[in-house]
């Protein structure tokens, strides 16, 4: 869709150019040497490859997602355990720590996006990263957690929300 845009864009462009210059001159010459020009262009409005950068910057997003958030879920399970335990303000020493891992993750997610060729999984790794910082400030989505069972309701919605922005560049 990009290219389509881009091509109709540049061929906009080029055909604007050509009609104001051929009003311009009185030969008929110039003409087909502007229409000549057209194909000339049309090379250069392929969108660039970003494919090889973006499996680099996807891996690293990817062994994020799979090892920066083990520590996460370490501190929901403390966080639960806890709560279970009525042990009110162990509990909350861990959701804070939960939340500081989720602040981390997305400021991870964010780094290692940001270094991406493609300004489209730039974009979605700041959103993506954003929602990981919302989350973690986010004491209605901590305080639904009480068990196990929650966590388990809970977690798989909130994961495909964190995950989305960046899922369509880094597909498996």
């Not at 229409?35 to 250069?44: D, G, I, K, N, Q």
Request: overall charge neutral; charged content about 25%.
């Amino acid at each position: 869709m990009r290219r389509a845009m881009l091509a109709v864009t540049v061929g906009g462009v080029l055909l604007t150019s050509v009609a104001c210059h051929s009003g311009d001159q009185a030969t008929t010459t110039s003409a087909p040497s502007a229409v000549a020009s057209l194909p000339a262009a049309e090379p250069s409005s392929a969108a660039p490859d970003y494919s090889a950068d973006t499996r680099l910057v996807c891996g690293k997003v990817q062994e994020v997602f799979t090892q920066d958030l083990k520590d996460f879920a370490v501190d929901l399970g403390k966080m639960i355990a806890n709560k279970e335990a009525k042990q009110t303000a162990a509990a909350a020493a861990a959701r804070k720590a939960a939340g500081d891992e989720l602040k981390r993750v997305g400021a991870t997610v964010k780094k290692e996006t940001a270094a991406a060729q493609d300004p489209e999984l730039r974009a979605a790794g700041a959103t993506s990263a954003a929602k990981f910082v919302k989350t973690a400030g986010d004491d209605t989505f901590f305080n639904k957690i009480k068990s196990t069972s929650d966590l388990n309701k809970i977690i798989e919605s909130q994961m495909a929300e964190w995950f989305t922005p960046v899922a369509g560049y880094c597909a498996a």
